[in-house]
């Protein structure tokens, strides 16, 4: 015969489901408290050395010390001190292979360099760099911080009595416009008879002139 559960029956169940689920729950407190209370790592005090500025010196803050009153550690007296020299060389005398030291200057310029000084005779002024095709500003102050004229250099003068406009404008200080402006004049008024002349007509600074001096012959 079947056996039908009760209302007694079905709350005996849910007692009895609730006993366990507190038993369970307490277990769970239980051994949570002993670990933590017996088994977990304790934790240790960690002290930590004190800030520079809270050192004292006789009582006084360092911060409050004199830099003089601390000792300061002994400098080795045998330190060798040195200064490094930068050769510069003189531009007249230097070669294609010297040139090429210079970063941004290879072979095509460096022989560049050197076949436009011979052209010349040579170099009296480092602005003349300026006139060698190629060469931006940025080379030729790079050029002029290992080179520099030593000597009153030897140069090949020409006359500006018959010298044409490209052989003018290639002397230092000189523009197109103004090697056209000293043939214009030579062919209106006549051979130049000295340099005031020809200083009248360039209008540059006296230093310039005498330089120019160097290349030119009546």
């Known amino acids: 015969m079947k056996k039908n559960k009760t209302l007694f029956v079905t709350n005996q169940y849910k007692r009895k489901g609730f006993l366990y689920f ?16 017996y088994l977990s790592p304790s934790e240790v005090m960690m002290i930590e050395n004190l800030p520079d500025e809270f050192i004292t010196i006789n009582n006084t803050l360092e911060s409050e010390v004199s ?10 007296s045998n330190v ?7 050769t510069v060389l003189d531009v007249n005398l230097a070669n294609a292979s010297d ?22 005779g040579a170099f009296v002024h480092m602005d003349q760099l300026y006139q060698v095709y190629g060469l931006d500003s940025v080379v030729v102050k790079a050029i002029k911080a290992s080179f520099s004229v030593q000597d009153t250099p030897v140069t090949h003068k020409i006359s500006v009595n018959s010298a044409s406009v490209y052989e003018l404008q290639r002397l ?10 000293i043939v214009i004049e030579r062919a209106t008024n006549g051979l130049f008879n000295d340099f005031d002349e020809i200083s009248n007509i360039l209008r540059l600074p006296e230093d310039k002139i005498e330089i120019i001096k160097l290349y030119l012959i009546l």
């Open 99 to 120: 040139f090429q030291r210079v970063y941004g200057i290879g072979p095509v310029y460096s022989e560049r360099i050197v076949k436009f000084r011979n052209s010349l």
């Open 67 to 76: 830099p003089s009153a601390i000792k300061q550690p002994k400098q080795p």
């Open 22 to 37: 507190f038993s369970v729950t307490f277990l769970l407190h239980l051994g949570y408290y002993g670990y933590d209370r």
């Open 172 to 181: 230092p200080f000189f523009t197109k416009k103004l090697a056209e402006k």
């Open 80 to 86: 060798l001190t040195y200064k490094a020299i930068k």
